[in-house]
């Protein structure tokens, strides 16, 4: 599928529009998280310990597919490889947003994924959203944890951590982290009063995911 690269001016400006959304919308706090977008020009990621609230287009950083900074004053962020390995493995990713949100972050904690359950999810995804082997933080075995864990799906949680989001573009990553927060709270709430969960036959879930992806994405961008 053919992917719309933003300039790196574009992406810059981008990236901080979308920490500030992410932080409305309770999906990060502080510094924590991170977002990427590939441009024409190397992959711009937020740096690494800046807060959302201040953050400028002249302190994303640009690196290269190994993570090698070419334009920035700051450290990429510490999660650059988990970015880096989702480009490498998925080529339709056009960009990854990484969150501490608190439902996804509480069935993290449990080391649970997130069930086939409720249906928006699953037509973004296709099924269930797997929850990641703990890996520590910043390190090429979370990256490796990540994609295993991703398995061709657009999210994942990051066992003990939170979760990780890609999409054709930053509007995209940004959709699916919010559903998938959405899923998490759902399932949250129905363990917490002790209901029984009912997974969606897989073969409607794979029918919804591919109108999804075929039609009503499309739809949503105005494409269609
Ligand atoms: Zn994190």
Same mark, same amino acid.
């Given at each position: 599928m053919e992917k719309k690269l933003l300039t790196k001016k574009a992406a810059c400006a981008a990236i901080?529009?979308?920490?500030?959304? #992410? +932080?409305? $919308?309770?999906?990060?706090?502080?510094?924590? &998280?991170?977002?990427?977008? #590939? +441009?024409? $020009?190397?992959?711009?990621?937020?740096?690494? &310990?800046?807060?959302?609230?201040?953050?400028t287009p002249a302190d994303?950083?640009?690196?290269?597919?190994e993570g090698q900074a070419l334009v920035g004053k700051h450290i990429p962020s510490s999660e650059t490889k988990v970015h880096l390995a989702?480009?490498?493995?998925?080529?339709?990713?056009?960009?990854?947003?990484?969150t501490h949100s608190i439902y996804a972050s509480a069935l993290a904690a449990m080391h649970e994924d997130v069930p086939a359950v409720i249906e928006d999810i699953v037509q973004i995804c296709g099924g269930k959203v797997n929850c990641a082997e703990y890996a520590m933080t910043g390190t090429?075995?979370?990256?490796?944890?990540?994609?295993?864990?991703?398995?061709?799906?657009?999210?994942?949680?990051?066992?003990?951590?939170?979760?990780v989001c890609w999409g054709k573009d930053l509007a995209e990553a940004l959709l699916v982290a919010e559903i998938l927060e959405k899923a998490a709270q759902i399932v949250v709430l129905c363990k917490s009063c002790g209901g029984k969960l009912h997974e969606l036959d897989a073969a409607?879930?794979?029918?919804?995911?591919?109108?999804?992806?075929?039609?009503?994405?499309?739809?949503?961008?105005?494409?269609?």
């Open positions: 901080v529009e979308m920490g500030h959304k #992410l +932080t409305e $919308k309770h999906l990060v706090a502080g510094s924590w &998280g991170n977002i990427s977008t #590939l +441009t024409r $020009k190397g992959i711009a990621i937020t740096p690494s &310990g800046l807060g959302y609230e201040k953050l994303i950083v640009i690196v290269d597919a989702i480009y490498k493995a998925f080529p339709e990713a056009g960009a990854v947003i990484h090429q075995e979370l990256a490796d944890a990540a994609v295993k864990a991703l398995a061709g799906l657009k999210a994942c949680l990051l066992a003990n951590h939170g979760a409607d879930s794979e029918a919804m995911h591919t109108f999804y992806e075929e039609h009503y994405s499309k739809r949503q961008r105005g494409e269609e």
